[in-house]
């Protein structure tokens, strides 16, 4: 399995801007469609963004379609969260994915965003 480590979380006033990175182990990773979700205090783990393999295909969630930006870079085992306009219910702990078949897997330690009002 790839493994994954994410990192670029902080403290942000709302309006502000950070850009996640995670970091992939393994030649394969650039054989995977990436994901990354978040785990707000109390809440489940929400998936909020996608992009296949290429890089060729991004879906995003509703709550941050617009404001929230998925990339990647093959040549660097490295999958991007570039985030705008944050709003203090961004506040999680953000973790990417890598997605084996039909099941997301293969969890870092998070990096955690907060958004102060």
């Known amino acids: 399995q790839v493994q994954l480590v994410e990192s670029g979380g902080g403290l942000v006033q709302a309006g502000g801007s950070l850009r996640l990175s995670c970091v992939a182990s393994?030649?394969?990773?650039?054989?995977?469609?990436m994901g990354w979700f978040r785990r707000a205090p109390g809440k489940e783990r929400e998936w909020i963004a996608a992009i296949s393999w290429s890089g060729g295909t991004i879906y995003y969630a509703e709550s941050v379609k617009g404001r929230f930006t998925i990339s990647r870079d093959n040549a660097k085992n490295t999958v991007y969260l570039q985030m705008n306009s944050l709003k203090p219910e961004d506040t999680a702990v953000y973790y990417c994915?890598?997605?084996?078949?039909?099941?997301?897997?293969?969890w870092g330690q998070g990096t955690q965003v907060t958004v102060s009002s």
């Open positions: 994915g890598v997605l084996y078949g039909n099941r997301w897997d293969s």
């Open positions: 393994g030649r394969t990773f650039s054989s995977y469609d």
